[in-house]
């Protein structure tokens, strides 16, 4: 469906849009009625423990998980949909796995609402989606699997197009997720706050069909130059590796470059992060299609011309504030203070409630931690 201004409306389903339920019909002739009949109740019962909230929340996001292949030439697919990793788990997540696990950060949800934790997992599950066939994510990926990175123009693109997919994928369980809740909850197709959700879900589909358009035809092509890339390596090894892609809403001076709560109609470009170490040091890749160079070129400029230091300094905020796709050394975690725990969750947290960051701020404990300390079981001087 396309969007557009004369049609969308934030906080109401238009009786003659598609029926969120995906039958095919308009809503008004297909789950208008039902939702009008449907009696409000609460979505989680307030009455079960915190496990069972736990397990009920964890459930309806399994319940949206779906099998895909986002590689271009959709005749070599394989039947076989792997779970694949958007971070590499022979190379890059067993530097930084302990007998085989890592943390990540999950949200669950609470009587009190939403919270964000420390969740220790397998590397074998981290950083895994249901993007790629057997065949496409060996193939495609082949030149940035099987090779270091040494800023070929087809690494640059494959490292964002990765990074495209695994959050392209997620958005598309976000936009399930809230339509299962119009079909489980049909009163709920008549409430604002849902319908604003599933408008949002709905325009970062969009966002992500327009650039994957662009990652298709550039492939097509095999013109693999249309990225404009910043790299740096650090001669140390980082304790942490992410891998996704988002639009960032201000540049370092503090202007807005994509207005990101106002839920515009205009596309918001994303960029693409990948950050990970390798042997004895750490690759940082920051890169946008440069279709978006009205958007992001300034704010490139102003990347490059950061020392190490400050750019470090910047993106221990930027992963936090945008990424979910970052996975940590046990022992970075578990030797972190407890004040630094806190404050890496609630800063995590500050990025979905503003209201996190004025208490963050005002309690001096807004991003006090350091991704980019030195991994020490890494170094050997
Ligand atoms: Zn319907
Ligand atoms: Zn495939």
């Known amino acids: 469906m396309i969007l557009t201004k004369s049609r969308i409306d934030l906080f109401e389903l238009n009786p003659y849009e598609p029926c969120p ?29 915190d496990g069972r909230i736990h397990n009920f929340v964890k459930q309806f996001w399994e319940k949206t998980d779906f ?27 067993n530097r930084i796995s302990k007998d085989g696990h890592l943390y990540t950060i ?8 939403p919270v964000s934790y420390l969740n220790k ?26 090779k270091e990175y040494i800023g070929e123009s087809i690494q640059n693109f494959l490292f964002a197009f990765r990074a495209h997919a695994i959050e392209h994928h997620k958005k598309l369980r976000k936009l399930n997720s809230q339509k299962n809740i119009f079909i489980e909850f049909p009163f709920t197709m008549l409430e604002k706050e849902h319908i604003y959700v599933y408008r949002v879900a709905q325009l970062d589909v969009r966002d992500c069909s327009v650039d994957y358009k662009v990652f298709k035809k550039d492939y097509s092509n095999a013109n693999f130059d249309n990225f404009r890339t910043l790299y740096r390596k650090l001669d140390f090894e980082v304790s942490f590796a992410a891998c996704s892609s988002f639009a960032v809403e201000y540049d370092l001076e503090g202007n807005i470059m994509n207005d990101i709560y106002s839920v515009g109609y205009e596309h ?13 040091g750490t690759n940082i890749l920051l890169s946008y299609h ?7 070129k300034n704010y490139f400029d102003q990347l490059e011309k950061l020392k190490n230091e400050d750019l470090l300094k910047y993106l221990n905020f930027l992963l936090i504030q945008y990424t979910e796709n970052i996975f940590f050394d046990p022992s970075f975690i578990e030797n972190l203070s407890e004040k ?13 409630y503003p209201i996190e960051k004025a208490i963050l701020i005002s309690e001096g404990s807004y991003y006090k931690f350091n991704l980019f300390e030195k991994n020490m079981d890494k170094s050997d001087s």
């Open 21 to 49: 339920c995906d039958s095919g019909a308009k809503f008004k002739f297909c789950c208008y009625k039902k939702a009008k009949a449907s009696k409000p109740k609460r979505i989680i019962d307030l009455s079960y423990s």
């Open 340 to 352: 630094q725990k806190n404050s890496l969750l609630k800063s995590f947290d500050s990025s979905i």
């Open 106 to 113: 999950s949200s669950t949800g609470t009587k009190e609402g």
């Open 121 to 146: 997992i397998s590397r074998n599950k981290a950083s895994t989606f249901f993007g790629f066939c057997n065949i496409h994510d060996t193939e495609l990926f082949r030149p940035i699997e099987k």
């Open 268 to 280: 918001m470009p994303s960029i693409y992060v990948n950050v990970y170490p390798t042997s004895g």
């Open 67 to 93: 099998h895909t292949c986002f590689a271009f030439n959709k005749e070599e697919c394989d039947d076989l949909i792997k779970s694949a990793h958007s971070i590499q788990n022979n190379r890059i997540l």
């Open 290 to 296: 440069l279709n978006n160079d009205g958007t992001y």
